[in-house]
């Protein structure tokens, strides 16, 4: 691509409604642009890091059984009347009537329509253990939208809902879900710690968010520093393993705002252990039984030929959330260093051009095609810039690695570096090994 030709609207100055740096940089680099309140457009360079991030969430999901589905974003109300939450829901549910006056509404989330498909189809125990999910746009009309797509009205999310025998072969699913949370979030490059949270109108007894540390973080969080020496690689992928996996993490205090208790946090955590900061929610999941099976009346016929309900649980991660929460850990100082697995290119090449001397530019482009031909994928700046605005440009928007063509690049070597690391001359053929490893 050609950064002439490249839709990317950027702003010099900091916008003055962004309070918070994901919002403030997704303005100006033109990731995203305000339709309403709480409710975004997102333009290529934005649109671009989301699906990359959707792609990983989504291979993560495959690896541990999960199968992909889409469901609607406009559902019936019988469902949530069946359920007993239509009303209790509140006013974040967006209500609408069709033409022919049906009551309709748009999904906050999607427990009782997967219910309604999964009770249709399923009637057996053989079948089970079952884990569906879609990714798909939400609605949920926040009293106080704020802080660009980390608080908004419409958002991108990942649900997925299991469905069990028994409540012990449910926890198991819950112990997978667990699992591939912080192996996807490890694929992005952030810490996810995983803390004890209320269930909220989810419902259910057992639940935990994944947070990640930031000082514009949303939650207070309290912690013991052990967590984070944790890794989470060292496990299984068995029942026995993962049951060990959610031991561990979950015996260590660490609780958001919602569920501290300033006593229990002095007598469970050393002084010298305590950590008291901020986080931003990334993932969450919930087990609730039978919470939406039993007024459902999603029934499977159990070993015995017995009707039980079904156990279920629902997992989310707000998927255009982590555009803006990846950006609030990584950047610093005028500088966004996406995860190379989800930065907008993976090469940047930046020539010295001047409409006096054109021979930087073919240099650039005879790179440039070469690259292509890798299938690596790579940005041209052609744009007559002096060199100084480019690098701020190209810092901003965060490509991991830059090719400058100018003074220094003679002969077979050209100027190779990393986003905010030091310059070095390479030839192209160095250049190509270090990008596609």
Partial sequence: ????????????????????????????????????????????LGFKVMKKIEQIVREEQNSIGAQEMLMPTIQSSEIWKESGRYDDYGEEMLRIKDRQGREMLYGPTNEELVTDVFRSSVKSYKTLPQILYHIQWKFRDEIRPRFGV??????????????????????????????????????LELKAIPMAADTGPIGGDLSHEFVILAETGESDIYADKNIFEIDPNKYNFDDASLQKMREDFTKIYAVTDEK????????????????????????????????????????????????????MGSYGIGVSRLVGAIIEAKYNKEIMKWPKSVAPFDVVIIPSISKNNKDNFKKAEKVYNELKKQNIDVLLDDVEENMSNKFKKHDLIGVPYQIIIGSKSEGDNLEFKELNSKTELLSLEKIKLKLNH
């Fill in 1 to 44: 691509m050609y950064f002439s030709k490249l839709f990317i609207p950027i702003i010099k100055d900091l916008p003055t409604e962004a309070k918070i740096k994901s919002h403030q940089l997704m303005l100006r680099t033109g990731m995203i642009k305000q339709s309403s309140a709480g409710i975004y457009s997102w333009l290529p």
């Fill in 150 to 187: 980390m608080r908004c009205k419409e958002f991108y999310m990942k649900d997925a809902y299991s469905f069990d025998l028994s409540d012990e072969e449910a926890k198991k699913s819950y112990n997978k879900m667990f699992y591939s949370y912080l192996k996807t979030f490890n694929r």
């Fill in 260 to 311: 501290y208790k300033k006593e229990d946090f002095n007598k469970l955590v050393k002084k010298e252990n305590q950590i008291i900061t901020k986080g931003i929610e990334v993932g969450h999941i919930f087990y609730f039984s039978d919470k939406y099976s039993k007024p459902m009346s999603c029934l499977i016929d159990d070993k015995n030929g017995k009707k039980t309900s079904v156990k």
